[in-house]
Nanobody, 123 residues
Framework: QVQLVESGGGWVQTGGSLRLSCAAS????????MGWFRQAPGKERSLVAA????????VYADSVKGRFIISRDNSKNMVYLEMNSLKPEDTAVYYC????????????????WGQGTRVTVSS
């Protein structure tokens, strides 16, 4: 059974940092693109960042460019999201996603999803 399990969420003050982790099991994801999405209360889930199989290619939402860094360790089947200079508007549930067929910006094109980890940024 394929599983993606996020961890690392929590409460942090504005300007703080958090590092989210996504542990994949049930299959190897070294040959799959991976991504992080987030969903704030009352809003739709949206892409935060995505990373290619080798880690050499990354994309970010404009709202997090320069503050967040996505990375992966294929030897450990792990994906990370380093979040710096956090703002209250970053408050959301963050989801790890694995492998897509189609476009990486389309939520429905991603195949595997974690349960999410909550991030709260206080002002």
């Amino acid at each position: 059974q394929v599983q993606l399990v996020e961890s690392g969420g929590g409460w942090v003050q504005t300007g703080g940092s958090l590092r989210l982790s996504c542990a994949a099991s049930g299959r190897t994801f070294s040959n799959a693109d991976m991504g992080w999405f987030r969903q704030a209360p009352g809003k739709e889930r949206s892409l935060v960042a995505a990373i290619s199989t080798s880690g050499g290619g990354t994309v970010y939402a404009d709202s997090v460019k320069g503050r967040f860094i996505i990375s992966r360790d294929n030897s450990k089947n792990m994906v990370y999201l380093e979040m710096n200079s956090l703002k209250p508007e970053d408050t959301a549930v963050y989801y790890c996603a694995g492998e897509y067929k189609g476009s990486y910006v389309n939520i429905q094109d991603w195949i595997y999803w974690g349960q999410g980890t909550r991030v709260t940024v206080s002002s």
